[in-house]
């Protein structure tokens, strides 16, 4: 068949061209236009199936009312590896397509390939297409993991067409497709992993999940920026994202739930990077927590709450003095939160960072998002830059406010107990957050606002 001309449609107003240009000729917006396929290519039709420019034929379709269509929940099966599980909302579901994004060497290939395995031993069929590895280092891995006698169907393969046509010919109920960027459509000219290819290549693979029934998980690249390389419409197209987070260093991993149409969001699975794959942490609550003989100046532990579980993370910040720019930087945590925090700190509490760097960081490589995390962030700080440690077994948690009111977090109680278990015995909280009754070993000082916290912090080391 031979090659239609290429054609490159701006993505902002959908004008084309058949050259790439920087600038789209129609709109005047810069670096919009990718390679599309061209409509001739297509069958004469547009990815929706529409012809272009012709008046629109067929009769109108039926519509019903919500309350007369039945509510079907959908069937999950689990696949076996419960943390992945629990991101997943339950287990994976029919014709669902998930993608899982995250840095190299962070283990997607090892857990999918567990999971693979885990399903195949449940009587299902499995695909995994590896465009990255050859079979044979697939193979020296799964000896690695102690699955060599697996069933799991291996396809190297980075060719959409074939990939494609074997989806259709052996319709598994389950196929992961490591990874997207390595993928490559015929119908385009453009390189796999660029813009083009990655969103051709997923729309393809999303439609003929939903029609085999086959369920589908891409893996996807991470840029150093953070986001999913290729572009963003990936994450719309597909049914649920994964992120794996965590420090390529420590053992700890950490899978998070950043959007699933068949689950609750923000959910995490939690596993540890062993001689033999990835094994789940049920219990993590302290994985976060470094080490100390003695109290440190700069260390505060902040109790936060992913998903459904409290887990307790050391916050970390080193206060010294910068040049003419001083420096704020921070991992894990909102830079601009920082910001906010210092200068929250300065007009409240009067304590000035202004000509200081300032360095926070959530040990471990976990990312925290939660406002909750503001005043362990705060007194951090505030014990670095006075190089006083916070008193043994000292927990905090609340949000703050621009008027450096402390705000209240979600479910205070269970937070409180979770810390008091692993054996901490002072706590700073927001007001409304204070149990009505005693927690057992926990002495609870409640504040309203940042000073009073200073003040408490102050009177206790
Ligand atoms: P991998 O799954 O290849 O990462 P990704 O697909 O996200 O790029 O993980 C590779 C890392 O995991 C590698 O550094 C080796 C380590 N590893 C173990 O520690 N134990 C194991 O059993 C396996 C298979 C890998
Ligand atoms: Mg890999």
Same mark, same amino acid.
């Given at each position: 068949m031979a090659k239609e001309k290429t054609l490159y449609t701006c993505t902002e107003c959908g004008g084309t061209s058949a050259k790439w240009l920087g600038k789209c000729p129609h709109c005047g917006a810069w670096n919009t236009l990718v390679e599309t396929v061209p409509e001739a290519a297509a069958g004469g039709r547009n990815r929706y199936g529409a012809r272009p420019h012709q008046p629109l034929a067929g009769a109108a379709a039926a519509v019903t009312a919500l309350a007369d269509i039945e509510a079907a929940d959908v069937a999950r099966t689990p696949t076996g590896i419960e943390e992945l599980d629990r991101v997943l909302g339950g287990g994976i579901v029919e014709g669902g397509v998930v993608l899982i994004g995250g840095d190299p060497g962070i283990g997607k290939s090892t857990l999918l390939l567990q999971a693979l395995d885990a399903l195949q031993r449940a009587q299902m069929d499995t695909l995994y297409v590896t465009g990255e590895e050859s079979g044979a280092q697939v193979a020296l891995r799964s000896r690695r993991l102690g699955i060599?006698?697996?069933?799991v169907q291996v396809l190297a393969e980075i060719q959409l067409e074939k990939i494609l046509a074997t989806l259709d010919a052996l319709r598994p109920a389950v196929a992961v497709i490591d990874s997207i960027q390595t993928l490559y459509s @015929?119908?385009? =000219?453009? *390189?796999?992993?660029s813009v083009a290819q990655v969103r051709e290549c997923a729309a393809h693979l999303t439609r003929a999940a939903k029609s085999g029934g086959t369920a589908i998980v891409l893996v996807g690249h991470v840029t150093k920026e953070g986001?999913? /390389?290729?572009?963003?419409?990936l994450e719309h197209m597909v049914d649920t994202v994964l992120y794996f987070e965590g420090? =390529?260093?420590?053992?700890y991993r950490l899978v998070r739930a950043i959007k699933n149409r068949f689950g609750a969001v923000n959910e995490i699975g939690v596993f540890a990077m062993t001689e033999r794959g990835l094994r789940g942490v049920?219990?993590?609550?302290?994985?976060f927590l470094s080490q100390h003989a003695e109290p440190v100046p700069g260390s505060c532990v902040l109790v936060t709450l992913e998903g459904t579980r409290p887990l307790l993370v050391e916050i970390q910040a080193l206060v010294d003095s910068g040049g003419p720019s001083p420096r704020r930087l921070s991992v894990g945590l909102e830079r601009d939160r920082l910001a906010m925090l210092l200068a929250v700190l300065h007009r409240? *509490?009067?304590? /000035?960072? /202004? @000509?200081q760097d300032v360095f926070v960081n959530a040990v471990g490589g976990v990312r925290i998002s939660e406002p909750a995390a503001d005043l362990a962030v705060i007194l951090a700080i505030a014990s670095s830059l006075r190089a006083k440690p916070l008193p043994r077994g000292f927990v905090a948690f609340g949000e703050v406010g621009l008027a450096g009111e402390v705000r209240p977090a979600p479910r205070g109680q269970e937070r409180l107990r979770e810390a008091a278990k692993l054996g901490f015995s002072v706590a700073v909280v927001p007001r409304a957050n204070a149990p009505k009754r005693p927690i057992e070993g926990l002495e609870i000082h409640p504040v309203e606002r940042v000073e009073e916290a200073m003040d408490v912090v102050r009177r206790l080391q």
């Amino acid at each position: 068949m031979a090659k239609e001309k290429t054609l490159y449609t701006c993505t902002e107003c959908g004008g084309t061209s058949a050259k790439w240009l920087g600038k789209c000729p129609h709109c005047g917006a810069w670096n919009t236009l990718v390679e599309t396929v061209p409509e001739a290519a297509a069958g004469g039709r547009n990815r929706y199936g529409a012809r272009p420019h012709q008046p629109l034929a067929g009769a109108a379709a039926a519509v019903t009312a919500l309350a007369d269509i039945e509510a079907a929940d959908v069937a999950r099966t689990p696949t076996g590896i419960e943390e992945l599980d629990r991101v997943l909302g339950g287990g994976i579901v029919e014709g669902g397509v998930v993608l899982i994004g995250g840095d190299p060497g962070i283990g997607k290939s090892t857990l999918l390939l567990q999971a693979l395995d885990a399903l195949q031993r449940a009587q299902m069929d499995t695909l995994y297409v590896t465009g990255e590895e050859s079979g044979a280092q697939v193979a020296l891995r799964s000896r690695r993991l102690g699955i060599e006698g697996s069933q799991v169907q291996v396809l190297a393969e980075i060719q959409l067409e074939k990939i494609l046509a074997t989806l259709d010919a052996l319709r598994p109920a389950v196929a992961v497709i490591d990874s997207i960027q390595t993928l490559y459509s @015929d119908q385009l =000219t453009s *390189a796999p992993g660029s813009v083009a290819q990655v969103r051709e290549c997923a729309a393809h693979l999303t439609r003929a999940a939903k029609s085999g029934g086959t369920a589908i998980v891409l893996v996807g690249h991470v840029t150093k920026e953070g986001a999913l /390389a290729g572009p963003r419409v990936l994450e719309h197209m597909v049914d649920t994202v994964l992120y794996f987070e965590g420090d =390529t260093h420590s053992a700890y991993r950490l899978v998070r739930a950043i959007k699933n149409r068949f689950g609750a969001v923000n959910e995490i699975g939690v596993f540890a990077m062993t001689e033999r794959g990835l094994r789940g942490v049920s219990n993590p609550s302290a994985i976060f927590l470094s080490q100390h003989a003695e109290p440190v100046p700069g260390s505060c532990v902040l109790v936060t709450l992913e998903g459904t579980r409290p887990l307790l993370v050391e916050i970390q910040a080193l206060v010294d003095s910068g040049g003419p720019s001083p420096r704020r930087l921070s991992v894990g945590l909102e830079r601009d939160r920082l910001a906010m925090l210092l200068a929250v700190l300065h007009r409240h *509490a009067g304590v /000035a960072c /202004a @000509d200081q760097d300032v360095f926070v960081n959530a040990v471990g490589g976990v990312r925290i998002s939660e406002p909750a995390a503001d005043l362990a962030v705060i007194l951090a700080i505030a014990s670095s830059l006075r190089a006083k440690p916070l008193p043994r077994g000292f927990v905090a948690f609340g949000e703050v406010g621009l008027a450096g009111e402390v705000r209240p977090a979600p479910r205070g109680q269970e937070r409180l107990r979770e810390a008091a278990k692993l054996g901490f015995s002072v706590a700073v909280v927001p007001r409304a957050n204070a149990p009505k009754r005693p927690i057992e070993g926990l002495e609870i000082h409640p504040v309203e606002r940042v000073e009073e916290a200073m003040d408490v912090v102050r009177r206790l080391q």
